[in-house]
Structures are given as structure tokens and as C-alpha cells.
């Protein structure tokens, strides 16, 4: 079985991702109060670990040219003893990322890789440590990952915490099973800026068919911070 998916964000009022662009708090609120509830609330939804994409991982690795190695000719997925840590997953398809540790904050990396990389960058996660699966196919490649993370690692819950375009990919994919939101009292209202979902398709397709919200939770924060709880279902027959 694979790991619950719940996708935890901020955004701004209006959807947006930047936050430096966000407008500031109002007068008498706290801007370090505000900045900590993301993490709060992370700790509040008990999951075994964290997952992003490779732009997000790569402020905890160095990102280097893609691998021109021959690609592996055995794929075997490589689970280290994560020693009771939570896991910092990254999906990272093309082997983009270096690490100096098997670690960030704490947290075990495990590296989600697809079937074109190199032995010797094979060779490099495990000599440092870090474990890493392999989603070998476009659209169940990434499902399949996540079950051996859970199997192997006997995790039930995870959370998602990407940017729009990795968030998107596990949307299509029917990935997310529940979304945790905080608002922030803020505004970006630019348009184009990347917003919680930014699936990469083509511009009939809807990533989010089948799928309807039901809500859970509401909480209003220090600050004005809205935390929205809603769990993903199938939609109901027309």
C-alpha cells in the first residue's frame, strides 16, 4: 500500500506561490508569528516525512549538468537504515542532485529517480547514503515509488510540499488524498505568478477531473492565517 499524500501549502489570498511578493502583514501582526505556522501545522499532521520536486531539493543539494552516464542496467531500489528519522523525499527523475550528507534538517533523503540514470551516480547516492527508488514509468511510474517507500520504510502518511508543478503532477495522477491550506493574510495579484497546482499539459486537459473536496476543517490563526483541511474523494456520478 502506498502512503496517505496529504499536499500541505501557503499561499497568499489570491492562490500565489511567491512569497516574497506577498504584501506585508497589517499593522500590530506579528511577521515571525505568521511565518511559523506553516511548520506548526506540519507537525500538527503527523506524517512520516516530506516530499518535493528537484527545484525545491536543490536548495538542500548542489544541482549539477544531467547525467551522460550509461544508464544502470540494474534498477533495484536501495532503502538505507533511516534510524528513526522522517524522510526528505525528492523527486529528482534525471539525477540532477548531489548531497554531502544522507540528510537535511535531520530528515533521511531518499532520492526518487527515473530509469535513465548513471551506475556511477548510483554509486554516489549509496556511498553517501542516501537511499533512493525508481518511478520507471510516466504515469504509474511515480505510485509505484511511493509504495516502496511505504513498504519499505513502514510509512503510512506523507507530506507533499512542492511547487505548482509537482503538485499538479501528483493531482493528475490521483495522488493527493487530502489538501491542508494555510492562507496567508497577504496579496500577490500578478498575473502568470505559479500558484499551489500547475499541472504541464496540454490546455484541454483537466487535471483535477474525477476528483470533488470535501471540507474538514477550518481554523483561523494567530495573525489572520486561515487553515483550510479538505479530503480529496472521487466525484459523485452525474
Same mark, same amino acid.
Given at each position: 500500500?502506498?502512503?496517505?499524500?496529504?499536499?500541505?501549502?501557503?499561499?497568499?489570498?489570491?492562490?500565489?506561490?511567491?512569497?516574497?511578493?506577498?504584501?506585508?502583514?497589517?499593522?500590530?501582526?506579528?511577521?515571525?508569528?505568521?511565518? &511559523?505556522?506553516?511548520?506548526?501545522?506540519?507537525?500538527?499532521?503527523?506524517?512520516?516525512?516530506?516530499?518535493?520536486?528537484?527545484?525545491?531539493?536543490?536548495?538542500?543539494?548542489? %544541482?549539477?549538468?544531467?547525467?551522460?552516464?550509461?544508464?544502470?542496467?540494474?534498477?533495484?531500489?536501495?532503502?538505507?537504515?533511516?534510524?528513526?528519522?522522517?524522510?526528505?523525499?525528492?523527486?529528482?527523475?534525471?539525477?540532477?542532485?548531489?548531497? %554531502?550528507?544522507?540528510?537535511?534538517?535531520?530528515?533521511?533523503?531518499?532520492?526518487?529517480?527515473?530509469?535513465?540514470? &548513471?551506475?556511477?551516480?548510483?554509486?554516489?547516492?549509496?556511498?553517501?547514503?542516501?537511499?533512493?527508488?525508481?518511478?520507471?514509468?510516466?504515469?504509474?511510474?511515480?505510485?509505484?515509488?511511493?509504495?516502496?517507500?511505504?513498504?519499505?520504510?513502514?510509512?503510512?502518511?506523507?507530506?507533499?510540499?512542492?511547487?505548482?508543478?509537482?503538485?499538479?503532477?501528483?493531482?493528475?495522477?490521483?495522488?493527493?488524498?487530502?489538501? &491542508?491550506?494555510?492562507?496567508?493574510?497577504?496579496?500577490?495579484?500578478?498575473?502568470?505568478?505559479?500558484?499551489?497546482?500547475?499541472?504541464?499539459?496540454?490546455?484541454?486537459?483537466?487535471?483535477?477531473?474525477?476528483?470533488?473536496?470535501?471540507?474538514?476543517?477550518?481554523?483561523?490563526?494567530?495573525?489572520?492565517?486561515?487553515?483550510?483541511?479538505?479530503?480529496?474523494?472521487?466525484?459523485?456520478?452525474?
Amino acid at each position: 500500500m502506498r502512503p496517505r499524500i496529504i499536499c500541505h501549502m501557503t499561499s497568499s489570498v489570491d492562490g500565489r506561490q511567491l512569497v516574497d511578493r506577498w504584501t506585508g502583514p497589517a499593522e500590530g501582526i506579528d511577521p515571525v508569528a505568521l511565518d &511559523s505556522h506553516y511548520d506548526d501545522i506540519y507537525t500538527r499532521l503527523d506524517t512520516a516525512g516530506w516530499i518535493v520536486g528537484r527545484k525545491t531539493m536543490a536548495y538542500y543539494g548542489k %544541482e549539477r549538468a544531467p547525467d551522460d552516464g550509461a544508464p544502470a542496467t540494474r534498477r533495484e531500489n536501495h532503502l538505507c537504515d533511516r534510524k528513526g528519522r522522517s524522510l526528505a523525499i525528492g523527486v529528482d527523475l534525471r539525477g540532477r542532485l548531489t548531497y %554531502e550528507t544522507d540528510e537535511v534538517g535531520g530528515d533521511h533523503i531518499v532520492a526518487v529517480l527515473g530509469p535513465g540514470v &548513471s551506475e556511477a551516480y548510483l554509486s554516489e547516492l549509496r556511498e553517501i547514503g542516501v537511499s533512493y527508488v525508481f518511478a520507471e514509468q510516466r504515469d504509474t511510474g511515480i505510485l509505484h515509488a511511493l509504495e516502496a517507500i511505504g513498504e519499505g520504510f513502514q510509512v503510512e502518511r506523507l507530506c507533499l510540499q512542492g511547487g505548482g508543478t509537482i503538485n499538479g503532477a501528483f493531482l493528475k495522477v490521483g495522488l493527493i488524498d487530502e489538501i &491542508s491550506l494555510l492562507v496567508y493574510p497577504g496579496i500577490d495579484g500578478l498575473s502568470g505568478i505559479p500558484s499551489i497546482f500547475e499541472y504541464k499539459g496540454a490546455s484541454g486537459e483537466e487535471p483535477a477531473a474525477g476528483r470533488a473536496l470535501r471540507h474538514v476543517l477550518t481554523e483561523t490563526l494567530d495573525g489572520g492565517t486561515v487553515w483550510l483541511r479538505y479530503l480529496v474523494e472521487a466525484a459523485p456520478a452525474a
